[in-house]
């Protein structure tokens, strides 16, 4: 059967001549291929029967700062050495461990021992020589010229134990040899020579005439390539918040573990509201409690609106308020306690912010609920802000992500009147349901000292990014699958 070569096959062998044995780099050399191209070259004409190729493990040996310093200042065994000696040879333990410290005495010892260069007994050390040199030193110096040692030999075991002692490292080498088995010159006089490309140099000499050219399949797919890209669900929330930045919102972030005071009675919900049963809240064990006293005159007024409504005109929740149930630390149950936050320290008018941060609640984990999940709020506050106008900005919000149907429904919230529950409407699915809104109650406003009418929203980003991606699983949306992440697509 006819020979087959390539263009660099061809090169290669070229280069060659019979029963001559030489390294990857000489044949780098002769060639003018790098040393990757080479190794494939030579596997293939290994396969043929032309060549050899024989691989050797070499290990190079590098002294560590701590070798180079031990050779200056001499190894442990070589310290302790010279002193016994200067000591006349025996000495006890606890004046050698005083002259060295315990740590070169224990490792010097040790070594001596090892080596038969010393014996311990009756609370001293003697020496069992008068001339010796430590053979880790020969080692070292030798590390330091580069010296290098196969794989399996007794000088790797020996460089190994410089290693051990940090004192050396080995770096591993590979090197390939080449043996040729068979004559190039009758292997070339006998094959054919495939070339992937017709040059100008060839149709000019005529040597196009002596090549095959390589057959190639046009209608073969390319190799499918995998980019790196940010997981969908944060490219989702990264959108979300492109919207808001266009719309003029500034965003705000506030801490995971929160006062039940501004997650819950700032925004007027009462202190024995169901919200703040166990099967709602998570508690902190350790600390249990935060400090109200920065915020008293806020205190103050919480206090007066939750017992009697102080002066905004509603009787309030006509109980004797708690300040140490209003301190318990717990996992935040909603984001509109940064909102809270915001407009306790920031009252100029006009103010548009959000907040898109994680929220937590003792739900059991299914396809529908998490223990943890993003939660999108966001104010408004105008002099003119009208609830009107408020729900003009969630329409604006929904068509700038590609969702136009919008519809509102009256509801109830704590702490906004009027409030309306929010339904968008997703292809395939219909009316949906993914927020809530309204005009923050006067008993909110008077407790955060704000005089201008503020409207509100609190979405679950998670549910609409359900809906709006069709997922029939909200676990989806924190995968680390990475074939589900691949085939995946970002619409945004």
Known sequence: MELSLSENEYRVLKALRAGEKLSLGELEERTGLDRQTLMAIAELLKDKGIIRVKRRVVYRCRPTE???????????????????????????????????????????????????????????????????????????????????????????????????????????????????????????????????????????????????????????EPPRVYPGKKHFYVEFINMVRRVLYEMGFTEAEGPYVEMEFWNFDVLFQAQDHPAREIHDTFWLRQPRKGRLDEHSDIVERVRRIHETGGETGSRGWGYRWNPDIARRLILRTQTTAVSARVLAGSREVPLRVFTIGKVFRPDVIDAKHLPEFYQFDGIVMEEDMSFARLLGIIREFFERLGIPEVRFKPGYFPFTEPSVEGYIYIEGRGWVEVFGAGMFRPEVLASLGVEHPVGAWGMGLDRIAMDIMGLDDIRKLYTRRVDYLRETPVRW
């Open 66 to 220: 701590e070798g180079r310093k031990a050779l200056g200042e001499g190894l442990p065994e070589e310290k302790l050495f010279r002193l016994l000696r200067e000591l006349g040879g025996s000495a006890e333990i606890r004046r050698l461990v005083e002259e060295l410290g315990r740590n070169t005495f224990s490792i010097g010892v040790g070594w001596l021992k090892k080596l038969g260069a010393a014996k311990v007994g009756g609370g001293r050390v003697a020496l069992t020589v008068k001339e010796w040199r430590a053979p880790h030193r020969s080692l070292l110096e030798e590390c330091v010229r580069g010296a290098s040692v196969e794989e399996g030999s007794s000088g790797e075991k020996a460089f190994r134990e410089l290693a051990s002692r940090n004192l050396a490292e080995l770096v591993e080498e590979k090197e390939f040899w080449i043996e040729v088995i068979a004559d190039p010159g009758e292997v070339l006089a006998k094959a054919r020579v495939e070339a992937s490309r017709l040059t100008p140099e060839m149709l000019a000499d005529g040597t196009w005439r002596s090549y095959v050219f390589k057959r190639y399949n046009v209608t073969a």
